[in-house]
């Protein structure tokens, strides 16, 4: 039921209770009662509605002086937010689920100015003592005031891994999801400098944003809970299967993968290392990502996927032994001192902002170059652009020059490398797909090689675990090295939860446990649900393994 006198508005559901005035959620409880879970407004609380140019400017309609905001009920069970300002308008159309009890806020808002990115509704005032547990990494449980989170931005689905977030109490909490498989881009404002407890819900529009005006179409849901995280991400987790089908994707999943223990990342063609890993471990249940097989340097020359003699030998003695060999590919990222480039040029991934998304090396990571010369003759530089999946030539391609590059090897498995880097894009939509719903089709047809194949990719999120059956997932901000805080970010494994049964994560970097930080890493890996993993290990280190190398041995044959 919902009422409204003068500006605020009341909500029963099922299971909630929530009021808003002028668009701000200022009070939600459980129906049943139970302690406050938003707090009173604040000075410094962030506008309820907010268009979002580029460079993140934020324009808050709410907070103008000449803002009109007329509040309209429109049934039993929906009301809305008009608001008219100097620099913009909007609505804010609040509802109610009536057969789960979610709250349903749906916010939309337009503009004469031309560049709009996304309009945001905010939720300020979150009472102190409720942590944000979110699939960022995999996973964490941080106070809203921890710098770590404070005043950050994650965008759905490269860094904000399922389109969830919970606010977890001692006893009890709220959670916000968002129902999307339009492959709509969204994304997450974690606290502002002059506020900690608040989030942004951004609804972002497809690039090009140069002359786009107006924002809005995405249904973002609240719902309160208990004492216990699993039981919002249970909800989420159930409908993302039933959405997707995904009881399916499960039963395709080889059976061997249940029966992997240990897994090691970049691994070279090393033949003593198969040896000295059988003598601790049945070779069958090791997953090996071998990284350099190729006739070319990492990372150089893709999409050619030519083996090297050493490679050979090395995978029919794995495969002999019964080691599970994932060779490393790429999925999106190409040379463009390739000759295929020439065909893929205009379907270069171009972010919002105009720039070429890519990368080079040179004593550390360069921009992709500028000029077009230096873009194809600087091929030990490392120089990768991204192809845009939603292309069919490239998947085609990308497709044919992978299986060649097979034939022979007799793998089970393959590693295709940056599949978590989809986002949205200036030239967002090719053959009217995303890169993410493209990168979801990239990854079904190189499953499809004959004889079918495990896939690994590199992150996890709810679009690319679908065709994954295992992935390298990040620690919290910690490619290569890593974040001050780490250890805070250890414990809580959201995207194991909502994943399992269909993708497993394995580790990435560092993990050779010969540091402190090294066996903080792998430890945190552990804990946010990973298959024990090391990288850089001789045969020498593995027969006389050091202390924590020693504990992921125990760990892995318990």
């Known amino acids: 039921m919902i009422e409204l006198t003068g500006s605020r508005l009341s909500v029963t559901t099922s299971t909630l209770k929530a009021i808003f005035d002028n668009g701000l959620l200022i009070s939600l409880t459980s129906r049943s009662g139970g302690p406050e879970l938003i707090g009173p407004p604040a000075a410094d609380s962030p506008s309820a509605l907010s268009l979002i140019f580029p460079n993140n400017q934020q324009v808050d309609l709410s907070a103008d002086r000449d803002t009109q905001i007329i509040a309209r009920r429109l049934d039993d069970h929906t009301a809305e937010y008009l608001f008219h300002g100097w620099r913009g308008d909007g609505i804010l159309r609040i509802s109610e689920c009536t057969q789960t009890g979610d709250l349903l806020i749906e916010p939309s808002a337009y503009s004469n100015r031309m560049g709009l990115v996304a309009c945001r509704w905010s939720i300020a005032n979150i009472a102190s003592d409720l942590r944000l547990v979110a699939p960022f990494f995999q996973g964490i449980n941080l106070e809203m005031t921890d710098p770590l989170i404070r005043d950050t931005h994650w965008n759905w689905p490269h860094m904000w891994e399922a389109g969830l977030a919970i606010l977890q109490g001692k006893s009890h909490g709220f959670s916000l999801h968002v129902r999307d498989t339009q492959y709509r881009p969204k994304s997450l404002a974690v606290g502002t400098k002059a506020a900690a407890n608040c989030l942004g819900l951004n609804t972002e529009v497809f690039g090009p944003v140069d002359q786009n005006r107006a924002a809005g179409g995405l249904v973002w849901r609240i719902n309160v809970h208990g004492a216990d995280w699993r039981e919002p991400a249970g909800r989420y987790r159930t409908w993302l299967f039933d959405a997707y089908g995904l009881g399916k994707r499960m039963a395709s999943r080889p059976a061997w993968l249940n029966e992997i223990r240990l897994a090691a990342s970049w691994v070279r063609s090393d033949p003593t290392v198969l040896d000295a890993l059988s003598e601790k471990i049945e070779p069958r249940k090791v997953l090996l990502h071998l990284s350099e097989w190729r006739n070319h340097g990492y990372d150089e020359y893709y999409p050619d996927f030519t083996p090297s003699d050493a490679a050979r030998a090395f995978m029919a003695k794995a495969r002999a032994m019964g ?140 679009i690319t675990m679908q065709g994954l059956s295992f992935a390298q997932v990040h620690l919290f901000l910690s490619w290569q090295s890593s974040v001050a805080g780490l250890e805070r970010t250890a414990g809580t494994a959201v995207c194991a939860f909502l ?60």
């Open 499 to 558: 994943f399992a049964g269909l993708a497993r994560a394995i580790g990435y970097s560092d993990l050779s446990g010969k540091t402190e930080n090294s066996a903080l890493r792998m430890r945190t890996h552990h804990s946010l649900g990973t298959i024990p993993t090391f990288t850089g290990l001789s045969a020498d280190d593995i027969r006389k393994p050091n202390k924590v190398v020693q504990e992921l041995f125990e760990l892995a044959r318990s």
């Open 323 to 462: 080691f599970h060999v994932a060779p490393h590919c790429n999925s999106i990222d190409m040379d463009p001192s390739h000759p295929v480039f020439a065909l893929l040029r205009d379907f270069v991934y171009t972010n919002v902002d105009k720039t070429t998304a890519g990368w080079a090396w040179r004593n550390g990571v360069l921009p992709v170059p500028a000029s077009n010369k230096a873009l194809v003759e600087n091929r030990t530089a490392k120089v990768m652009v991204k192809i845009h999946p939603g292309l069919s030539m490239w998947r085609s391609l990308l497709r044919q020059h992978i299986e060649a590059g097979l034939t022979g090897l007799g793998s089970d498995s393959i590693f295709i490398d940056v599949t978590s880097c989809t986002w949205n894009l200036h030239n967002a939509l090719v053959e009217n797909m995303t890169c993410t719903q493209g990168m979801a089709r990239l990854i079904d047809d190189i499953a499809a090689i004959p004889p079918a194949m495990a896939v690994g990719g590199e992150g996890l999120n709810e």
